[in-house]
């Protein structure tokens, strides 16, 4: 049956939502083949205003942030590398309910994202097929669901994914020459600093692990991809904790987790240490 013949099905356009990928989920192998999403549609597209940043925590010496998006702020228009941030730009997913509310379970069922609606542009590919769709359009998407945090640095498996995935994606080149600047972190060769890793690894992955197994079994117990509210306080507090242990103590001992002291921000990391709260 074809993609037109399955859309003239649908009953009734409110079952059917776009929803914006912007950072691992514009791989397909991430986003169709381990999560089983088969979208209806996939369109490029940009969010004016807004742009990438890596402020979901993740953990130390491993894998230190996943993306987000921002409003863009003038004063913090560039990255550590001093380049320009762009307008965040992504691919447009059109999915039904069920796999919309199955993506928000595979991030994590609120636990570090909220659900926002924005108005993205279409980037015009020149293919026929996409004159039915609208040049400007509402999409669901994923930003940071705590207060602000410290971004931090990728890990190089996280940031390959996201670029891949742009390729596959048509972003424009532009684009993709920018995501190829982000610095990343990288893990420790001095025996110091690798001991030191491996203690911190040794302490909190058994912790993050637990945390995934009851964030996983309680994910879409609302119906719509979420976990309950004490699980989402749950996480928080052991990301506090984890960061906090990191960010005070580890930190000065063994050297950072996160790549900052290599890509430059340490010093706004030791201003700001802490900054995540629950809520």
């Given at each position: 049956m074809s993609l037109s013949n399955n859309l003239n099905r649908s009953p009734k356009p409110q079952d059917h939502v776009w929803y914006f990928a912007y950072g691992s989920n514009l791989s397909s192998e991430i986003f169709r083949a381990h999560r089983g999403i088969q979208p209806l549609e996939a369109i490029p597209v940009r969010l004016p205003g807004w742009s990438?940043?890596?402020?979901?925590?993740?953990?130390?010496?491993?894998?230190?942030?996943?993306?987000?998006?921002?409003?863009?702020?003038?004063?913090?228009?560039?990255n550590s590398n001093g380049v320009a941030l762009p307008?965040?730009?992504?691919?447009?997913?059109?999915?039904?309910?069920?796999?919309?509310?199955?993506?928000?379970?595979?991030?994590?069922?609120?636990?570090?994202?909220?659900?926002?609606?924005?108005?993205?542009?279409?980037?015009?590919?020149?293919?026929?097929?996409?004159?039915?769709?609208?040049?400007?359009?509402?999409?669901?998407?994923?930003?940071?669901?705590y207060a602000e945090t410290i971004p931090?640095?990728?890990?190089?498996?996280?940031?390959?994914?996201?670029?891949?995935?742009?390729?596959?994606?048509?972003?424009?080149?532009?684009?993709?020459?920018?995501?190829?600047?982000?610095?990343?972190?990288?893990?420790?060769?001095s025996a110091w600093r690798l001991v030191g890793a491996k203690i911190f690894l040794a302490i909190w992955v058994p912790v993050m692990m637990v945390a995934e197994w009851i964030t996983?079994?309680?994910?879409?117990?609302?119906?719509?991809?979420?976990?309950?509210?004490?699980?989402?306080?749950?996480v928080r507090f052991l990301l506090v904790a984890m960061w906090l242990h990191h960010d005070l103590v580890h930190a000065r001992i063994f050297g950072r987790g996160d790549g900052l002291d290599e890509s430059g921000d340490v010093e706004t990391a030791g201003e700001n240490h802490g900054r995540i709260f629950l809520r």
């Open positions: 990438l940043t890596f402020d979901i925590y993740g953990v130390p010496y491993q894998e230190p942030a996943f993306l987000s998006i921002s409003v863009a702020v003038a004063s913090t228009g560039k307008d965040v730009h992504g691919t447009a997913y059109l999915v039904d309910r069920k796999a919309y509310y199955s993506i928000i379970a595979s991030e994590g069922g609120g636990t570090a994202y909220e659900e926002i609606a924005v108005r993205a542009e279409r980037i015009s590919s020149g293919a026929e097929k996409e004159s039915h769709i609208p040049q400007s359009l509402v999409v669901m998407t994923l930003t940071r669901g931090r640095c990728p890990s190089q498996r996280y940031k390959d994914i996201v670029v891949q995935g742009a390729e596959e994606a048509h972003l424009p080149a532009s684009y993709r020459s920018f995501l190829d600047t982000i610095p990343t972190y990288r893990p420790p060769k996983n079994m309680t994910a879409n117990s609302d119906g719509k991809g979420n976990c309950p509210r004490w699980v989402h306080g749950l």
